[in-house]
């Protein structure tokens, strides 16, 4: 017998229970041993008067225990402290007034204010006696308060480096550091003189109001701003996060944009406290205010003792105002059907369907992100969108680093998840460990949406015992299966009641019958019958949920019966409204109106763009300005155009329009910037512009145009400017590469990658390339043949700098011609043999202004990005430089025609879709004519769009007020230029002088006042009286 020392504790006088305690603490320490033995065997089910443990058992208080505690002091020394924001709470109720778009955000000062709180607290000071510096500051993502609920962000702050990070969940939201530092001398900047438009309060938040900004309380303090931002006057009433964001604010104001903008990164940010406050300015008994000062050549701001250096914003999209009317059509859909529609559509049935079944006003969605597919979670925010009082919660699980707007990108995994309604996923549902989770994450009725590849059959989709299968939608490049899970019921008989609309009598029955058991309601061969309606508002009542209707609008159907394999299939599926119309199940569903899709050829000018920024499916051709203007010099017509990778990045969202585009103007039509076609004088040329190529004709720019050899076709030309222009501007502007050089090209088989390997080869040089397929390594192999196979590497891993290194004996190539991202990006910097020189001409690493070691540049090396962009604003003598060198290498048989994958005008949306999805080789083109000399377009769907004559004069009486600015400024942006305001009194207030001097500043049109706002082309001084503007409108014999 093994015996256990046990601890003596507190003696007891009862012996018997210091026995039973002893006996307890032996069968803790002794697993096995058998306490059954010491008392009868017990019998279940016990007896009724039976005496309960649970009372019994309860804590001993008489011995003291060990509790790890996390003091305060603790947190000193880990620099964390989370940080609890509600807005019934009195230190944070303040921010109800950044309202922005419809939603209360979070200011991006407010975080700055948090980091300088934990700062002060970790060093015992107080703010007033504590300067901060904040620098490379980055504001990740937005986060939405909602009144009623408490969002919690976790700061952390190394002590060392004074590196932050701001977290929401596990999701990092601002980043940058901070540190304290001495003010030793009072910030100053060049002054330069403006004679910009002073706005009020009342002017500056209504230009802003018109943005998207709804500010109110604190954040409504700027007392008076200048339109350029060069100077303004803010209110102190001392909040610091609401005085921040009101200098942010001044910086808003004057970029060229109706667009909504949101901070997304600051170089520099210092504040001195007591300098601030001791700089302060009375204006009035109760207002104190501080004066800022910008200077936006150097776009440093000064106020008090705030210093602001290079703020940065971009452009997001905005929501659907509310009140705005939503356009629907409501028609019969299939649940199972081959017809394709779009992922927006598919995903509005899926919400409608769910909210059917299992109603509900909040929608949680959660994604299993894979690379191989695009996101589909954003596009149930669009679908909630529509649908009053219901709420969408966003989320996609990968470790990836995404940005998706309105969706919070996680790396958890799914067993953490828990209320989901909608799980989207691939295929995975013969994994058991999957599977498990899934049952975990999804509430009682919660759906999976699975995506599979187009040509799945539903026959190889084997049965899952807990899941009915509900709808199959069939996608241009997927098809989706949505599947819910089976709701657990007592399966009961229904009771069968049959509506007739003549006859009444059935309603008594149905009231008596729902009180019991389950109903079905059926309506047979009645195409009037209102059952549907019937039973969606019987489902919504309290504890009706087991009403459900059979809805049979098909004379070829059976008559309806419970056993009959037609019905008693469909049923099982357990969906509450079935309808029997044209030979399948289905229902009927709202779906968004879309114009018309029958297309035809055109001969006027159309351009390509996307009508809804992020959702493909709204690509479209709208009808261009070119119509209205036909004066136009350099009119070309388009037979063949290119979509580039910028294309893409622009349409989905992914870049900022205000990158590539200067004002408003160029924001109309800014897809597409390669082209070849005709042009009047009937000269075959190709061409690039910066923005607008994508269309049917384009104004083309002398300075970046060539004439295409007679041996290539339009298509082939096609496939030319922009890739070679990119390689010589690398190669022969920024390197001047020799031969038996050697130079490794990412992405071989793209467009830049194909025309780098053709001039690289040409010029003698040893060749390294990499791509991501055995298809793609394939065709370069078949396509060079002095390529070697050996140099051939995978861009989707970073092994191709091992084999740079075996194959150059550790030396490293002289020039690398980049494009790929992160690690991929610091492993092609590795590859750089001592002097070598960098060469990028991606976007993503630059944008995210991702860091570089500078131990690289030890060897010598030379980075250079190649910016193609830029080349568009300048002089016409650069251009003709770069246009020289294309030319020539076309003269000396250099350039050759890339392989292209072709679309027709109509497939605009497959052909953006097909580029985006990364698996072409070569150029997409789209192909806007068949033959180079038809005067009309291949058919395609022309949507109308209103354009002014830019030489008839538009007269709008009583221009002057808040509605006639706005139309003004609508019909500028819609080309017109000869614009008379007629007004009783002229110009009074600054908003008014402030929208004029903006329209001439960007040269949209000139004007003279006197007594009448008179715009005309030239610009010239003409008095006209208040009875004469209309007579010499008249005279002109061009009002529009």
């Not at 504790?9 to 096995?32: C, D, W």
């Not at 997927?478 to 399966?491: A, F, H, M």
């Not at 209102?530 to 919504?540: A, D, F, M, Q, W």
Request: hydrophobic fraction near 40%.
């Amino acid at each position: 017998i093994k015996c256990n020392s046990v601890s003596k504790g507190i003696e007891s006088l009862n012996h018997v229970e210091t026995l039973l305690s002893k006996i307890g603490q032996l069968s803790i320490t002794q697993p096995g041993l058998q306490i059954s033995k010491l008392y009868p065997a017990v019998q279940f089910p016990v007896a009724r008067g039976t005496t309960m443990i649970a009372p019994l058992i309860r804590w001993d208080h008489r011995e003291s225990a060990f509790v790890c505690k996390y003091t305060w002091d603790e947190t000193e020394k880990s620099g964390i402290l989370n940080y609890k924001i509600n807005l019934n709470d009195r230190d944070y109720k303040y921010i109800v007034g950044h309202c922005i778009d419809g939603r209360v955000l979070f200011p991006a000062t407010g975080y700055l204010y948090l980091v300088w709180d934990l700062l002060c607290y970790l060093s015992h000071r107080e703010m007033m006696d504590y300067s901060i510096e904040f620098e490379d500051v980055k504001f990740l993502r937005a986060t939405t308060i909602a009144k009623g609920q408490s969002v919690t962000l976790l700061v952390m702050i190394q002590d060392v480096s004074g590196y932050f990070e701001i977290l929401e969940g596990d999701t990092a939201v601002v980043t940058g550091y901070a540190r304290t530092f001495n003010p030793t001398h009072k910030e100053t900047i060049e002054e330069k003189t403006s004679t910009a438009t002073i706005m009020k309060t009342k002017d500056f938040y209504k230009e802003l109001r018109l943005r998207g900004y709804h500010y109110t309380g604190l954040f409504k303090s700027v007392l008076e701003a200048r339109a350029d931002g060069t100077h303004a006057k803010i209110q102190w009433k001392g909040n610091w996060v609401a005085f921040l964001d009101c200098l942010l604010q001044i910086g808003i104001i004057a970029v060229d944009t109706r667009s909504l903008m949101v901070p997304t990164a600051i170089e520099k940010i210092s504040i001195s406290p007591k300098a601030h406050l001791a700089m302060m300015e009375q204006e009035g008994e109760d207002i104190e205010f501080l004066t800022m000062r910008g200077n936006p050549d150097t776009n440093v701001s000064v106020c008090g003792g705030i210093v602001i250096s290079n703020p940065r914003a971009s452009i997001v999209g905005r929501r659907n105002p509310p009140g705005v009317p939503v356009l629907e059509t409501y028609g019969f859909v299939p649940y199972f059907s081959d017809d394709k529609v779009s992922s927006l559509e598919a995903v509005r049935m899926c919400v409608q369907l769910a909210l059917e079944n299992a109603p509900t006003l909040a929608i949680n969605v959660t994604e299993v992100y894979t690379q191989s597919r695009a996101v589909l979670a954003h596009l149930f925010g669009e679908a909630v969108a529509d649908l009053p009082l219901v709420r969408s919660s966003l989320a996609v699980l990968t470790p990836a680093l995404l940005e998706i707007e309105n969706v919070t990108v996680k790396n958890e995994k799914l067993a953490e998840q828990s209320s989901t309604l909608f799980l989207i996923t691939e295929n995975k549902l013969a994994d058991p460990q999957f599977m498990e989770d899934a049952q975990k994450c999804l509430t009682d009725s919660g759906f999976i949406l699975m995506r599979e590849s187009v040509g799945f059959k539903l026959e190889n989709l084997k049965s899952i015992d807990d899941f009915h299968v509900l709808s199959k939608f069939t996608l241009e490049d997927e098809i989706l299966i949505l599947l819910q899970r089976k709701v657990k019921s007592l399966n009961e008989v229904p009771d069968i009641i049959a509506v007739d609309t003549t006859d009444l009598s059935w309603l008594t029955d149905l009231k008596q019958a729902v009180k019991l058991k389950p109903v079905i309601l059926y309506a047979q061969n009645d195409s009037l019958s209102g059952i549907i309606g019937l039973v969606n508002c019987i489902r919504k009542e309290p504890k009706l949920q087991n009403v459900r209707c059979v809805f049979i609008d098909d004379p070829r159907a059976p008559k309806f019966a419970l056993k009959d394999p037609l019905y008693k299939e469909q049923l099982n599926r357990g969906l509450a409204i079935n309808v029997y119309k044209d030979g399948v199940w289905g229902s009927y569903r709202h779906a968004l109106l879309r114009f018309p899709t029958v297309t035809s050829p055109v001969k006027n000018h159309c351009y390509a763009n996307c009508g809804t920024r992020g959702d493909l499916s709204s690509m479209a051709w709208f009808s261009g300005a070119l119509n209205e203007n036909p004066n136009v010099d350099n009119v070309v017509k388009v037979s063949y155009s290119s979509l580039n990778f910028r294309d893409v990045m622009i349409a989905t969202g992914r870049l900022s329009s205000d990158i590539m585009t200067q004002c408003r103007l160029e924001e109309e039509c800014e897809l597409g910037f390669e082209y070849t076609g005709i042009t009047a004088s009937g000269r075959r040329i190709m061409g690039m512009r910066k923005t607008g190529c994508l269309a049917t004709m384009v104004d083309a720019d002398p300075s970046l145009m060539w004439d295409i050899p007679d041996e290539w076709s339009l298509e082939e030309a096609c496939t030319v400017p922009v890739v070679y222009l990119t390689v010589y501007m690398s190669f022969l502007k920024c390197a001047n590469i020799r031969k038996g050089q050697s130079v490794l090209i990412h992405a071989g088989s793209g467009g830049v990658g194909l025309a780098a390997i053709q001039v690289a080869l040409f010029r003698g040089l040893e060749v390294f390339t990499t791509v991501s397929t055995q298809e793609k390594k394939d065709f370069l192999l078949q396509r060079f043949p002095n390529l070697k196979e050996k140099n051939i590497g995978n861009s989707r891993s970073t092994s191709f700098e091992k084999m740079i290194m075996l194959a150059t004996n550790g030396r490293g190539v002289d020039y690398v011609l980049n494009s790929l991202a992160e690690e991929k990006l610091q492993a092609s910097v590795r590859c750089l043999a001592k002097g070598g020189h960098f060469l990028e001409i991606g976007k993503y690493d630059m944008s995210k202004n991702s860091q570089l070691a500078l131990t690289l540049f030890q060897k010598g090396i030379t980075f250079t990005s190649i910016m193609l962009d830029i080349m568009f604003h300048e002089t016409p003598e650069r251009k003709a430089g770069a246009s020289k060198l294309l030319k020539e290498g076309i003269a000396r048989g250099e350039v050759k025609p890339l392989y292209a994958n072709v679309f027709n005008a109509d497939e605009l949306e497959k052909a953006v879709r097909y580029l985006a999805g990364g698996k072409h080789i070569g150029k997409v083109l789209l192909k806007i004519r068949e033959n180079e000399t038809d005067e009309e377009t291949l058919p395609i769907l022309n949507i109308p769009r209103v354009y002014c004559n830019p030489n008839q004069v538009c007269v709008i009486v009583g221009g002057l007020g808040g509605f006639g600015l706005e139309l003004s400024d609508w019909l500028v942006i819609r080309g017109c230029r000869k614009l008379v305001l007629s007004s009783s009194r002229g110009i009074t207030k600054p908003y008014q002088e402030h929208r004029i001097r903006y329209w001439l500043k960007k040269r949209y049109c000139g004007f003279d006042v006197d007594g009448f706002v008179v715009i005309t082309g030239s610009g010239r001084t003409t008095e006209w009286r208040r009875t004469s503007a209309p007579r010499m409108s008249l005279q002109k014999r061009d009002v529009g």
